[in-house]
């Protein structure tokens, strides 16, 4: 179950967000909750990143309640959603000024480079706490953090990450093609990676993002060019 939810977080370029706005919207009111549209990008301990305006009212409900959710839903073109799988994650919501998760988010989401030096932007990073899956009728359940990420990061990934995705970018982008076309069936030929971590890769074209899942998790940085040139071969057989 945790690898699911894992895979459909991991997959997706945006998410719901629910926060609980700080103060009533007219007089008398209780205070209500708030759901809104973000692009998100997830660390390799599965923390969700978002890049958020200080004007937007999520972000002022923030402010005052950093308790968030995050609806990841992964039922898009299904004739019949509620069959489909969904997760929400619990966490909570702080700034951060990690240079690196950062750049994660920029790799996934490469447009926000126009905005992310403004000054009203900041990166926020949500210590996650619980999760609720529903993988279709019948089958729900919730998930401690501890059982999301049993595995610690391997050592030295996160660091390495950037000159990974950079290396296959300018050095070897028929690899990613053949990724894309002959391993996830997927046309066009101008895909790019846009992150890497112990249990696949991420692509993305245009508006498009995908990801290829690794068969069995990395154990350290060093197994990722072995990984990736092994990938290359089971593309060209293919």
């Not at 509620?82 to 996934?108: M, N, S, Y």
């Not at 926000?112 to 210590?127: I, T």
């Not at 706490?129 to 050592?155: D, Q, S």
């Not at 660091?159 to 300018?170: C, K, T, W």
Request: net charge neutral; aromatic share 6%.
């Amino acid at each position: 179950m945790s690898r699911a939810v894992r895979d459909l977080v991991r997959r997706l370029d945006r998410a719901a967000l629910a926060t609980t706005l700080p103060a009533p919207a007219r007089a008398g009111d209780d205070a209500w909750p708030y759901a809104s549209l973000v692009l998100v990008a997830v660390d390799h301990d599965l923390s969700p990143v978002l890049l958020l305006s200080d004007l937007a009212e999520h972000t002022k409900a923030i402010g005052a309640d950093d308790r968030v959710s995050l609806l990841f839903d992964g039922t898009a073109g299904l004739a019949q959603p509620l069959t489909g799988p969904r997760v929400t994650i619990l966490g909570r919501a702080a700034r951060t000024a990690d240079a690196r998760l950062g750049q994660r988010f920029l790799a996934r989401h490469p447009d926000a480079a126009m905005y992310a030096g403004f000054k009203d932007f900041h990166f926020y990073r949500v210590a996650v706490e619980r999760a609720h899956l529903v993988a279709g009728f019948g089958k729900i359940h919730w998930l401690e953090a501890a059982a999301l990420c049993p595995a610690p990061v391997p050592p030295g990934l996160a660091d390495s990450e950037a000159g990974i995705v950079d290396h296959m970018n300018d050095d070897h982008a028929d690899a990613i093609q053949l990724y894309a076309g002959k391993l996830l069936g997927l046309s066009g030929s101008d895909w790019r990676m846009t992150g890497i971590d112990a249990e696949g890769l991420d692509l993305r074209r245009g508006g498009q993002v995908a990801r290829l899942p690794f068969d069995q998790p990395l154990a350290s940085a060093a197994d990722a060019r072995a990984v990736l040139v092994s990938l290359v071969g089971r593309a060209r057989a293919a």
